[in-house]
């Protein structure tokens, strides 16, 4: 399904099966033998999605290609290197003090139930009408209940949701801490920096902003993942990234957040492998995206 300014879709089409993906490889984070987080919300979500291909990975259901390097190990090992870094971002702003969360295209994310927030703590979740409804319901079916407070903000990132999320109870004069996780290659360059001008201008001194990124998103058309996607069709994946992200010359994120004010700091996934005791990859699709950034940032008045 071919991107478009006005497009629509839920968790089981378009961008919004990324989240159901993304669900799929949180839940192989979670099962694998190197248990790199703890999520048993994202297998559930995924099996109530209904995705056949999602639904026979977690369940671990799919035989891919012999000795082929994509495996449910490794895509464990990507989204639990991943999932830990947001996970410790809110972690690490909550226990200095920050006591408002918010969760951009939240997704299937839920940190909101996993989590064990400081008392006091607010939980923002913003995302589309029909994505927020499907993971509350069915959260609920699983007598899962929210470790701290949970407001959820229904509503389109492409509209006003900075009106949605005040009127939430969103206090734009108190410290913030903010994720963008998997969100970015979705925005057009002009809306990614108007992401950050509208968290910037939301944000009181001390807060807290975490996302990842990859400035050259040609990666995603070149051979090394053409190859991986032909993989992947070959066992029953119908999504294909490629085809969702916006491509197109991007502003610098380190550079556009440090004008803005920011302190920035960044580390490359391969950073993050090595801090959870793994190996990075050395095929040739591993080494495309070895630049792979994660960045966290701050106003003022609070540390990086």
């Known amino acids: 399904m071919t991107r478009s300014d006005s497009d629509s879709w839920d968790l089981a089409s378009s961008v919004g099966a990324t989240a159901t993906m993304v669900a799929a490889q949180r839940a192989l984070a979670t099962t694998g033998p190197d248990k790199l987080i703890n999520d048993p919300f994202a297998a559930p979500l995924v099996r109530a999605v209904g995705i056949d ?33 947001f996970d410790e971002h809110f972690e690490s702003a909550t226990q200095g003090g920050i006591r408002q969360a ?37 959260l609920a079916g699983l007598g899962a209940e929210p470790t701290t407070e949970r407001r959820t903000v229904a509503v389109d990132l492409r ?6 999320l005040r009127a939430a109870g969103f206090d734009p004069q108190a410290p913030t801490v903010w994720s963008a996780e ?24 001390g807060s807290r902003l975490a996302c990842e990124f990859i400035q050259d998103t040609t990666v995603f058309s070149g051979p ?8 992947l069709q070959s066992i029953g994946c119908e999504v294909e990234i490629g085809e969702l992200i916006y491509h197109g010359e991007r502003n610098h994120i380190v550079d556009y957040l440090t004008a803005a004010g920011w302190t920035v700091s960044g580390r ?3 950073e993050l492998y090595a801090e959870a005791g793994l190996e990075y990859g050395d095929d040739p699709l591993a080494v ?17």
């Open 288 to 304: 495309a995206f070895g630049d792979l950034t994660y960045l966290s940032a701050a106003l003022p008045g609070s540390s990086v």
């Open 182 to 205: 998997g969100l970015l290659v979705y925005l057009q360059p002009d809306d990614q920096d108007a992401l950050f001008d509208t968290i910037t201008g939301l944000s009181a001194p």
């Open 159 to 164: 509209d006003d949701w900075p009106a949605a």
């Open 224 to 231: 090394e993942w053409r190859e991986h996607r032909e993989k």
């Open 53 to 85: 291909f999602f639904t026979r990975m977690v369940d671990g259901d799919i035989a891919f290609p012999e000795g082929d390097d994509f495996d449910p190990v490794r895509m464990g090992h990507g989204m639990g290197v991943r999932t830990r870094f």
């Open 102 to 138: 918010v969760i951009l295209a939240a997704g299937l994310d839920a940190r909101a139930y996993r989590l064990a927030w400081p008392a006091g703590t607010v939980v923002y979740e913003v995302d589309l009408p029909q994505v927020i409804d499907f993971k509350t319901t069915t």
């Open 268 to 270: 490359q996934v391969t």
